[in-house]
């Protein structure tokens, strides 16, 4: 399996800070990068596909990049609303497998 | 807009099966791809497997003796059994659609059903 490790584990910030959680794939993926926010208690959601592409619906604050091994999750200005958990998710090989998760605290 | 709900028994004994419904409303189960994903209290997510409209699957390596996916499309619902559980089976289940020509990539998520592993 690709192991796919996200830095740091978790982080403090405040609201209207710029953010950024990083994703490293233990092989090249190409752009096969996904990054899902999870609240506590709910199922995932989808923010960014393809490393790039914002999910409908999803706020423009959420910026995502990246590409091979190496990828970066940006919020640009922190919103009460986004201090919750992170996980990147490789869709490149089956099976698509998660980081461990990083979670924004205040 | 598309929901998807878990059903099935909250509590399952060591060495029991674990058998989840996922059903699917506001949306058709034709032409997608349906996962299962799991998550221990506390810990990450685990992609379990896969199964298409038409029945075919992928399971995740580290649970392939025990995991079979199934679909019934006329009633609009896919389903999990996991053979032989213990307790590192205990987890959220969620269900989950593959955004389409995206398949290993969740746009739609059940809320999720805890399933717990004890006697």
């Known amino acids: 399996d690709i192991q796919m490790t996200q830095s740091p584990p978790s982080l403090s910030a405040s609201v209207g800070d710029r953010v950024t959680i990083t994703c490293r794939a233990s092989q090249s993926i190409s752009n096969y990068l996904n990054w899902y926010q999870q609240k506590a208690g709910k199922a995932p959601k989808l923010l960014i596909y393809?490393?790039?592409n914002l999910h409908s619906g999803v706020p423009s604050r959420f910026i995502g990049s990246g590409s091979g091994t190496d990828f970066t999750l940006t919020i640009s200005s922190l919103q009460p609303e986004d201090f919750v958990t992170y996980y990147c998710?490789?869709?490149?090989?089956?099976?698509?497998?998660f980081g461990q998760g990083t979670k924004v605290e205040v | 807009q598309v929901q998807l709900q878990e059903s099935g028994p909250g509590l399952v004994k060591p060495s029991d099966t674990l058998s989840l419904n996922c059903s699917v409303s506001g949306g058709s189960i034709i032409n997608y791809y349906w996962s299962w994903i799991r998550q221990p209290p506390g810990k990450g997510l685990e992609y379990i497997g896969y199964?298409?409209?038409?029945?075919?699957?992928n399971y995740n390596p580290s649970l392939k003796s025990r995991v079979t996916l199934s679909v019934d499309t006329s009633r609009d619902q896919f389903s999990l059994k996991l053979d032989s559980v213990t307790a590192a089976d205990t987890a959220v289940y969620y269900c989950?659609?593959?955004?389409?020509?995206?398949?290993?990539?969740?746009?739609?998520w059940g809320q999720g059903i805890l399933a717990t592993v004890s006697s």
């Open positions: 199964i298409s409209y038409s029945g075919s699957t």
């Open positions: 989950a659609r593959g955004k389409r020509g995206y398949m290993h990539v969740f746009d739609y």
């Open positions: 393809g490393a790039s």
């Open positions: 998710q490789q869709s490149h090989s089956f099976p698509g497998t």
